[in-house]
């Protein structure tokens, strides 16, 4: 399995951007498809987006297209979430998930990694 590692979140006001990093180790990075989720207080975790190996296949979340980019560095085993014009429905915790295999989905179930969750907050 990879291991992976979230940074980046905290608090933002409403309009503003934060870019959340994923750094993984333990296995070879450019052999998994690379994926963001968010979980808000009392409902379930959701997909936000997620990149095939090569990065050149992404998907995202009718919600924040346009708002969020992801990307991967396969040279520095990150992948990013670039997050810009926010609101407070996107307060949640966002958590980096990996899945072995080089397409990229949007299903949670396909990803077997998952790293601790980093929290941001959308004041309006």
């Known amino acids: 399995q990879v291991q992976l590692v979230e940074s980046g979140g905290g608090l933002v006001q409403a309009g503003g951007s934060l870019r959340l990093s994923c750094a993984a180790s333990?296995?070879?990075?450019?052999?998994?498809?690379m994926g963001w989720f968010r979980q808000a207080p009392g409902k379930e975790r959701e997909f936000v987006a997620s990149i095939n190996w090569t990065g050149n296949g992404k998907y995202y979340a009718d919600s924040v297209k346009g708002r969020f980019t992801i990307s991967r560095d396969n040279a520095k085993n990150t992948v990013y979430l670039q997050m810009n014009t926010l609101k407070p429905e996107d307060t949640a915790v966002y958590y980096c998930a990996a899945k072995l295999g080089y397409i990229a989905t949007r299903e949670e179930s396909d990803f077997g990694s998952w790293g601790q969750g980093t929290q941001v907050t959308v004041s309006s």
């Open positions: 333990g296995r070879t990075f450019s052999s998994y498809a």
